[in-house]
């Protein structure tokens, strides 16, 4: 069993950062799977980064070049440095992890104001 519980949201200005942190719970393995999505009101969930592997990311367009996924294997705990946020980045953000099965976190609030 895998527990996820993501801190770091909040509300800031546009053209501000954020640190998001995903810290896990139980067995990781860490060449699985492992990252963010997001949700907006209205919008499906979108996937924003991640780990596909131990070390290889990967990022939604409309954040490359602002957004950073990182980790700290003995923590268990990922990271999402967001930079030069827009109000668009406004959502709810959200924690997975694959291992055997699909795990979520509980979803931190982002909310970027003009």
């Known amino acids: 069993q895998v527990r996820l519980v993501e801190s770091g949201g909040g509300l800031v200005q546009a053209g501000g950062s954020l640190r998001l942190s995903c810290a896990a719970s139980?067995?990781?393995?860490?060449?699985?799977?492992m990252g963010w999505y997001r949700q907006a009101p209205g919008k499906q969930r979108e996937l924003v980064a991640t780990?596909?592997?131990?070390?290889?990311?990967t990022y939604v367009n409309s954040v490359k070049g602002r957004f950073t996924i990182s980790r700290d294997n003995a923590e268990n705990t990922i990271y999402l440095q967001m930079n030069s946020l827009k109000p668009e980045d406004t959502a709810v953000y959200y924690c997975?992890?694959?291992?055997?099965?699909?795990?979520w976190g509980q979803g931190t609030q982002v909310t970027v104001s003009s």
């Open positions: 139980g067995s990781i393995f860490t060449p699985n799977p």
């Open positions: 780990f596909t592997n131990s070390t290889s990311t």
């Open positions: 997975y992890a694959v291992q055997r099965s699909i795990y």
